[in-house]
């Protein structure tokens, strides 16, 4: 009972996810209007940018005919989604810290799913942050609270699994 516990609890972080990044696209949905930008503190660093994303990540795939990005964009990621949620309580190999963050993925992914399937629009991005140039950009794309999720946990999972693998096996052992 103890182990299921353990997976159980970290879905609290999805709920969360799931709950902020929905009460945000709704205030942003509610108090901008869209392509509308505001300075968060009065610089150019931080904007809120109300646009909509019928696509996935910096826009790839926008030029895809409408009938193939349901498939690409909702149904996929369902299925991946699915997948690793099923992994997730099928095996004992996710360290406590990898649960945690593939709860936080699954957590952003059902973010935008939900504006997928219900915002006919795209999904609500709002956050616009300077980039200086940097990699190309003079901003970085713009974002949402589901998207920055899915960004931080990914990126913790992989250094939790590449770079010190070790670690993570001993941690198992020990729990």
């Given at each position: 009972m103890?182990?299921?516990?353990e997976k159980i609890l970290p879905l609290s972080?999805?709920?969360f996810i799931i709950l902020t990044d929905q009460i945000t696209k709704a205030i942003i949905v509610k108090n901008f209007r869209i392509r509308e930008i505001k300075s968060?503190?009065?610089?150019?660093?931080?904007?809120?940018?109300?646009?909509?994303?019928k696509a996935i990540a910096f826009s790839l795939g926008d030029s895809l005919p409408d009938a193939v990005k349901p498939v690409l964009f909702i149904v996929l990621p369902i299925l991946v989604l699915g997948f690793l949620v099923w992994y997730y309580f099928r095996t004992d190999e996710f360290s406590r810290l990898q649960r945690w963050v593939?709860?936080?993925?699954?957590?952003?992914?059902?973010?935008?799913?939900i504006d997928r399937i219900f915002r006919?629009?795209?999904?609500?991005?709002?956050?616009?942050?300077?980039?200086?140039?940097?990699?190309?950009?003079?901003?970085?794309?713009?974002?949402?609270?589901?998207?920055?999720?899915?960004?931080?946990?990914?990126?913790?999972?992989?250094?939790?699994?590449?770079?010190?693998?070790k670690k993570a096996k001993k941690e198992k052992a020990n729990e």
């Open positions: 103890k182990n299921l516990k972080l999805t709920a968060v503190f009065d610089n150019d660093f931080l904007w809120i940018h109300h646009v909509r994303n593939a709860a936080g993925i699954v957590g952003g992914g059902i973010g935008n799913i006919p629009d795209g999904v609500v991005d709002f956050v616009s942050v300077k980039f200086y140039g940097f990699l190309g950009f003079e901003r970085w794309p713009t974002f949402n609270v589901a998207d920055s999720c899915v960004v931080v946990c990914c990126l913790v999972m992989f250094v939790s699994v590449f770079i010190n693998p």
